[in-house]
């Protein structure tokens, strides 16, 4: 994830994508919401099976590089994330 968020990282600034942590975020939302209708796209909107699209991921890859974007700008290690995260569910599904 380092390397991953490094690479973002860099790829903003060589480029000068420079923008607030809201906006970012803001992004992070439009790009979930872009999830979601492909969703819907991909079941005809709830008429039929899922039928996978392409498109799906060319959308997951936005959502993946919007939240390191925000991620970057509040210093977070989402490596470090993913593991409390990771041990916080196997608690919960221990029990």
């Known amino acids: 994830m380092k390397i991953l968020q490094k690479k973002v990282s860099d790829f903003c600034e060589k480029y000068n994508l420079k923008s607030s942590v809201e906006y970012r975020f803001l992004d992070l939302i439009s790009e979930l919401w872009e999830v979601s209708k ?12 899922l039928k996978f699209r392409e498109e799906f991921k060319h959308e997951m890859w936005d959502v993946l590089y919007s939240l390191i ?10 490596e470090e994330s993913l593991d409390y995260v990771l041990k916080k569910y196997e608690k919960r599904l221990a029990k």
Do not use: C, Q, W
């Open 38 to 49: 492909e969703l819907l796209i991909m079941s005809d909107y709830g008429k039929t099976e």
């Open 69 to 78: 974007t925000v991620a970057n700008s509040f210093d977070v290690d989402l």
